[in-house]
């Protein structure tokens, strides 16, 4: 009996130790450790096995989207110079969207390297300050960042020969960030999506006091991702576009697996089901 109740007592720390930490399985599946690649043209995968940062080569430095997880910078640094590229070659920052997974490694990678970093209007108090203000990922703070310059629907970046246009894609998080940009392999032109997430992600759609806006944000996020004109679908969780099975079956001579006008619409289909399916059933809720 007393085993009993000890290996009781025992499940019951284990269960709030687990509800302490949520994510924390998440996490460290997410943070295994993956080797950097190529993908086309002047971009390159530098992130972890669960979670996308890309780094853009231009003639005056890198820019960078996203830093992944506060314990993934480590990993990701190391990535990077295997690449052979030094830290304070990072003069850019980009921040897909606010929440832990993608913006946790920002404070370190900025402090690191001494980029400028660039987000939307209606993240920028969320990285600032680090805390997210509704769903589970509120949770989950993360060391805060200072954010140089604000980014608009249609903003474009150019540096070092690269431009990028940054197009808000809310609803995962209030500014969501996709960014497009035009890349030359070959002789032939592609455009790149870095699309930001489309999940719910645990969020209240209904009922969120918070974030009154997030299903008409999701809504017009699904229009909007659909109409991008892109061939090359890169995602901010390596599994939405099978970013790591395209990498093995990169071979040279073939076509390029990265490039694919199919992907976004399967990407957008499947998040949108999703999305109503988790709205009716939050709906449905008493
Ligand atoms: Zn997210």
Known sequence: MKSAIAALAA??????????????????????????????GNVYYVGTAGISVYLIETRKGVILIDAALPESVPHVERNIKALGFDLKDIKIILAGHAHFDHAGGLAAVKRDSGARLFASQADKPVLETGQI???????????????????????KISFGGVTLTAYLTP??????????????????????????????GGAPLVGNTAYPRIIDDFRHSFSRMRAFDTDILLTQHPYNADELGKASRVKAGAPNPFVNRDDLGRYVDAAERDFDAELARQSAKP
């Open 171 to 200: 609803g995962h998080t209030r500014g969501c960030t996709s960014w497009t940009m035009p890349v030359v392999e070959n002789g032939q032109k592609h455009t790149i999506l870095f699309a930001c997430s489309l999940t719910v």
């Open 11 to 40: 499940l019951a720390f284990i269960t709030a130790a687990k509800a302490e930490q949520p994510y924390a399985q998440d996490r460290i599946v997410w943070n295994k450790p993956t080797a950097p690649f190529h993908i086309i």
């Open 133 to 155: 203000d509704y769903g589970p990922c509120k949770d989950v703070p993360f060391d805060p960042v200072k954010v140089d310059q604000v980014v608009k629907n249609g903003d």
